[in-house]
């Protein structure tokens, strides 16, 4: 997987669990090799193995140097306006690629849950988590085409709301002690009801 060779990974890891089917870490290399088969998840992957290899302290400076620097090309771009066209696509990349890191492993292990290899896979709380992700987003998507069909705008309110409960709802799961997090499910709740 850091080599970015997710097939070659794929036989090593289903290998693996031939061996020994409880050997949990090549169950997650597998889930992990499976997900690579997809472009954009596989460049976040790669991207994430190179900052796992990264000393902590460079890590952290990088995440905050790049939101540092996001919030000063925002701020040029309301000094300068010209500059607004060349900043605007590098900020709203940036938005997206952090939405994308929040959701991109439960948004695949929902398209998982449709191939029944990968269902397999999952873990159980992978498969609630894949589950949760798919209500969220298809309740976004039916929001929004409503919105637009109806031209009612508190329903654009309501896909907003879905879309962005998408983040809190999928991470109410401690994955290490394999069991619901009741501190995040809490605070998913009292999100959600604010």
């Known amino acids: 997987l850091h080599r970015g ?13 031939r061996i020994n089917p409880n050997m949990e870490w090549a169950r997650s290399g597998l889930v992990e090799a499976l ?22 302290k460079l890590r952290s400076g990088l995440i ?10 925002r701020g040029l771009s309301r000094t300068y306006p010209d500059l607004q066209p060349f900043i605007t696509p590098i900020v709203v990349c940036y938005a997206f690629l952090a939405f994308l890191t929040w959701i991109i492993a439960p948004m ?7 191939n029944q290899f990968g269902r397999q896979a999952l873990s159980r709380i ?4 894949g589950r949760l992700f798919g209500i969220f987003f298809l ?3 039916i929001s929004l085409i409503t919105g637009l069909i109806f031209h009612v705008n508190t329903l654009f309110l309501l896909a907003a709301f879905f879309g962005f409960m998408i983040i809190p709802a999928t991470n109410v799961f401690d994955e290490e002690e394999n069991r619901l997090s009741l501190r995040a499910t809490v605070f998913t709740i009292l999100l959600g009801l604010v």
């Open 139 to 141: 309740a976004t998507v």
């Open 108 to 114: 695949f292990n929902w398209i998982l849950s449709f």
């Open 35 to 56: 997900k690579a088969k997809y472009w954009i998840y596989r460049i976040l992957l790669q991207f994430f193995l190179w900052m796992s290899t990264l000393p902590v």
């Open 5 to 17: 060779d997710h097939q070659k990974a794929l036989e090593h890891f289903s290998e693996a669990l």
């Open 64 to 73: 905050i140097g790049a939101f540092i620097l996001v919030r000063i090309l």
């Open 126 to 129: 992978q498969r609630i988590q």
